[in-house]
């Protein structure tokens, strides 16, 4: 029986799942590897279900150069905490959880696209603060979103879900970034040639594209300097997808009216000074947060790993 690494705690069903299969250990601990145990891990197990900031760089790579490890079975749509090249170089495979998680994500944008343009957490922090004293015509206007442009960076699955609920519930027009060319939307929607434009046509910015590699940073000053100052960005992807230094300058200046944020360039660091902004919504990575999702994600983790342990083509390789 294979020995099975899961590196923090999962939802029961999917625990039981993989006991069930495998000799499992589980690391029951809601921090991420250290690099010790990164090590340890690729040396003493064969195979390994890590998450969001289990760093599986290049070095670790270099430090266990046959590893016994020969699957790292993320838990999660994204990957960049994994150094891929550098795993396939030393014969150990990677595979994602991305069905999963689109429809929950896609919701945790609307989320934040109706709490930054209708100023919701600011709202709540007044009341909160026992500091407000009742309703008038001019307290608080925010941006009605209704009918609004918005612009999504990335028209993969959460970004076409993103699309199929603004437009359908929301009638907002779609325009949208990607790098490919993209035959059906699924909705009403324009591809446009650069970033650029799309930033600018945009009342409001959906950030959904991959992070690490070139997407790095994609999101940096000029990027934001081609945004209306009427605009909103939301960012369900990445944390380094984004300049978070530049992102609080535009906020700070005024150059973009407000943001709404799930994920960190340094997560779970959040900035001080992005903290005591009033014109950002913060959340604390809530896009997959639902028991029956993180259950599916579990699952399809499981899938991964038994069919590689079956010696079957790998459901979702990357």
């Known amino acids: 029986m294979s020995n099975l690494l899961i590196t923090r705690r999962l939802p029961d069903p999917v625990l039981e ?3 069930a299969r495998f000799d499992v250990t589980l690391r029951d601990d ?3 590897l250290t690099y010790l145990e990164v090590i340890e891990a690729l040396r003493d197990y064969d195979l390994v279900l ?4 289990d760093m599986f760089d290049a070095q670790a790579f270099t430090d266990v150069p046959n590893p016994r490890c020969k699957l790292l079975a993320n838990f999660g749509v994204g990957y960049n905490h994994i150094d891929v090249k550098a795993a396939r170089e030393a014969g150990v495979a990677v595979t994602n959880t991305p069905g999963a998680v689109t429809d929950a994500t896609a919701d945790i944008a609307l989320t934040l696209m109706l709490m930054t343009a209708r100023r919701a957490g600011e709202g709540e922090r007044l009341v909160r603060s026992g500091k407000w004293q009742g309703w008038h015509p001019t307290q608080m206007l925010g941006l009605h979103m209704t009918g609004k442009t918005v612009g999504i960076v990335g028209m993969g699955r959460i970004g076409k879900a993103v699309a199929r609920r603004a437009h359908l519930g929301f009638g907002m027009e779609v325009v949208f970034y990607n790098r490919s060319p993209v035959a059906d939307p699924g909705v009403p929607a324009r591809q446009l040639a650069s970033l650029a434009e799309v930033m600018g046509a945009a009342d409001i910015v959906v950030i959904a594209v991959p992070g690490g590699g070139a997407n790095r940073h994609m999101i940096d000053a000029s990027a934001l300097g081609a945004m209306k100052p009427t605009g909103h960005l939301v960012n369900i992807s990445r944390g380094d997808v984004i300049d978070e230094s530049a992102l609080i300058a535009a906020l700070s200046d005024g150059l973009i009216a407000g943001a709404g944020l799930d994920v960190y360039e340094h997560e779970p ?3 001080g000074t992005l903290r005591a902004l009033e014109n950002v919504v913060l959340l604390p990575h809530l896009g997959t947060a639902a028991l029956e999702v993180r259950t599916a994600m579990g699952m399809m ?9 079956e010696g079957r083509d790998l459901p ?3």
């Open 17 to 19: 799942a993989a006991q």
């Open 30 to 32: 809601t921090s991420p």
């Open 50 to 53: 890590p998450t969001l900031g």
């Open 269 to 271: 660091k959040v900035p």
């Open 301 to 309: 983790a499981v899938d991964n790993l038994i069919a590689f342990d």
């Open 316 to 318: 979702n390789p990357v």
